[in-house]
């Protein structure tokens, strides 16, 4: 049965990312999240689903390690964000932006399609908007 919530990590693709982090060393995981970001970021055309919840994850976890105030409430937040947060510094800060950003975007987005699809396009982006204000966007 999958896992279909609106939250960033209410999905299956982002627990399966989330899973994968939980597996790797401390200095990896922020590589893992820069990858995920960047890969959407730099995306010229339709982005599939999957990669979009996992940089929706990637996005919430750099918000997360930086004010983990943020992501009260959620459910699934991996323990390592208190216990062994990534670094984060202004230029992860803003890859994250430019990913929430990306997935706000209707067109060429297969995860704002499903979300608008089932009239949950609102509550989706309701969270998204929050993640951009806790990096500060």
Same mark, same amino acid.
């Given at each position: 049965?999958?896992?279909?919530?609106?939250?960033?990590?209410?999905?299956?693709?982002?627990? !399966?990312?989330?899973?994968?982090?939980? /597996?790797?060393?401390?200095?990896?995981?922020?590589?893992?999240?820069?990858? %995920? #970001?960047? @890969?959407?970021?730099?995306?010229?055309?339709?982005?599939?689903?999957?990669?979009?919840?996992?940089?929706?994850?990637?996005?919430?976890?750099?918000?997360?390690?930086?004010?983990?105030?943020?992501?009260?409430?959620?459910?699934?937040?991996?323990?390592?964000?208190? !216990?062994?947060?990534?670094?984060?510094? /202004?230029?992860?800060?803003?890859?994250?932006?430019?990913?929430?950003?990306? %997935? #706000?975007? @209707?067109?060429?987005?297969?995860?704002?399609?499903?979300?608008?699809?089932?009239?949950?396009?609102?509550?989706?982006?309701?969270?998204?908007?929050?993640?951009?204000?806790?990096?500060?966007?």
């Amino acid at each position: 049965m999958g896992a279909s919530g609106a939250g960033p990590f209410e999905n299956d693709d982002a627990l !399966d990312f989330l899973d994968e982090l939980e /597996e790797s060393e401390p200095d990896v995981r922020r590589k893992r999240v820069e990858s %995920a #970001l960047d @890969s959407v970021v730099r995306a010229s055309g339709y982005i599939e689903a999957p990669a979009m919840s996992q940089a929706v994850a990637a996005a919430v976890l750099v918000a997360a390690c930086d004010d983990l105030e943020s992501v009260v409430g959620e459910r699934n937040v991996p323990w390592w964000v208190d !216990d062994e947060p990534i670094d984060v510094d /202004e230029e992860l800060e803003e890859l994250a932006t430019q990913a929430l950003h990306r %997935a #706000l975007q @209707s067109e060429d987005n297969e995860l704002w399609e499903l979300w608008a699809d089932g009239d949950g396009g609102e509550r989706f982006a309701t969270k998204l908007t929050h993640y951009l204000d806790a990096l500060g966007d």
